[in-house]
């Protein structure tokens, strides 16, 4: 893919939009997943597939080796990234919706945006500080109303633990920028996702081994395209997409993949939107968008 066809601004689009559909589209192959094995072990067969995959692409593109000081840091990002994200967030999705579940995960930015002031020291516009508060407001809609209205304990800690998730995404995020900026993109999520693969694979063996394990035809669909497709082949375009868009474009834009979770939810899997639901998610969407755009 040629930098003159990336300078086209409709292509680049058209790029985006069939990657966060890609992405949001995920979301329901990750739940029904929860119907052949167990959450940890479909994330350890879907990010092992994603890693190998990738690393194939970081061979082929010549990308070079690492230096020896960087591997640490890349264990710590693919623990915080990989293991501890999708772990928390493929159990937690036996108990929440896979719509609510995406919403809930890509609160991320707003995470990521109150460790830039607390951790990195970055000053915080007052733009930035409404966005926050909007989007917190969402976090607390969703989780209020499935307190006061659903009172299913379940669905609660289930929801708990995808924000936690999207708390370990955002560390990782702080932490890259502090430890690994500049480096090759697609090489450190290679390596993390490798690394993160290891940490879901050890804790499959302690949580799930002795269970049932279905691998028919459908799930093996499931796997390779949460790890070809959604994992490893996106990431390559992703990064490729990023030397042509600014970085609040593509937080914006990724915004996209809550929106297709939600939608796909609804339309493939029949999950109920509520009032709550509906207004939280559009809450923490507004809050993402006021933040980044108040960015300098």
């Not at 990234?81 to 707003?110: E, W």
């Not at 307190?147 to 929801?159: C, L, S, T």
């Not at 390779?224 to 868009?245: D, N």
């Not at 999950?271 to 998610?281: D, H, K, N, R």
């Amino acid at each position: 893919m040629g930098n003159s066809i990336l300078r086209n601004k409709w292509f680049v689009w058209a790029l985006i939009l069939l990657i966060t559909t890609i992405w949001g589209y995920a979301w329901v192959f990750m739940k029904a997943s929860l119907d052949y094995m167990g959450p940890f072990t479909f994330s350890a067969f879907r990010f092992g597939t994603g890693a190998v995959t990738l690393l194939l692409v970081v061979w082929l593109w010549k990308a070079g080796k690492l230096p020896r000081n960087m591997w640490k840091h890349l264990i710590i990002v693919g623990i915080l990234q990989t293991s501890i994200v999708f772990l928390l967030v493929m159990y937690g999705m036996q108990f929440v919706d896979a719509g609510k579940s995406s919403v809930l995960l890509y609160s991320m930015p707003l995470w990521s945006s109150i460790f830039a002031v607390k951790i990195l020291g970055e000053k915080i516009s007052a733009g930035k500080t409404i966005g926050l508060g909007i989007g917190m407001l969402g976090l607390v809609t969703i989780l209020g109303w499935d307190i006061f209205m659903v009172q299913d304990p379940e669905v609660i800690f289930g929801e708990i633990l995808i924000i936690v998730a999207a708390i370990a995404w955002a560390s990782s995020n702080v932490y890259y920028r502090t430890n690994l900026q500049g480096m090759n993109k697609i090489q450190v999520t290679a390596y993390q996702m490798l690394f993160g693969t290891i940490g879901i694979i050890i804790a499959s063996l302690f949580a799930e081994w002795g269970d049932p394990v279905q691998l028919t035809g459908e799930s093996i669909f499931y796997i390779l395209f949460t790890g070809v497709l959604a994992s490893a082949l996106c990431f390559s375009v992703w990064f490729l997409l990023l030397s042509t868009i600014d970085m609040v474009t593509a937080t914006l834009s990724t915004l996209l993949v809550p929106v297709f979770g939600l939608f796909f939810g609804w339309l493939i899997l029949g999950e109920t939107l509520t009032i709550g639901i509906i207004v939280g998610s559009v809450l923490i969407l507004v809050g993402i968008v006021v933040a980044q755009l108040s960015r300098k």
